[in-house]
């Protein structure tokens, strides 16, 4: 069983900048930062292998770095030059078993554990 905590969120204006970071206990294979604005679908904006390649969606690819720390099982999300319709809450996810399949690293479906989120507000 994983569980994830997600802490780094925070208010900000536009164009500025956050990190979010998420610590997990347990094996952990894929993960990945989704987001939720207030009235719409979850979304994936980035994901990761435990081998380190990323995968971005294409509305934060060049202003968001997604990373992940093996030895100390952390994942993180830098956001830079961020924009109002960044605002969110961003929730840490992790996979079970094996990777996820890239075509599918997005997908809110293919993910077992999710942390409770943690607010980004960008104005």
């Known amino acids: 069983h994983v569980q994830l905590v997600e802490s780094g969120g925070g208010s900000v204006q536009a164009g500025g900048s956050l990190r979010l970071s998420c610590a997990a206990s347990?094996?952990?294979?894929?993960m990945a930062w989704f987001r939720q604005a207030p009235g719409k679908e979850r979304e994936g904006a980035a994901s990761i292998w435990s081998d380190g390649s990323p995968l971005y969606a294409a509305s934060v690819k060049g202003r968001f770095t997604i990373s992940r720390d093996s030895a100390k099982n952390t994942l993180s999300l830098q956001m830079n030059s961020l924009k109002p319709e960044d605002t969110g809450m961003y929730y840490c996810a992790a996979g079970a078993g094996v990777e996820v399949f890239r075509a599918l690293m997005l997908s809110p479906s293919e993910y077992n554990y999710w942390g409770q989120g943690t607010q980004v507000t960008v104005s």
């Open positions: 347990g094996n952990t294979y894929t």
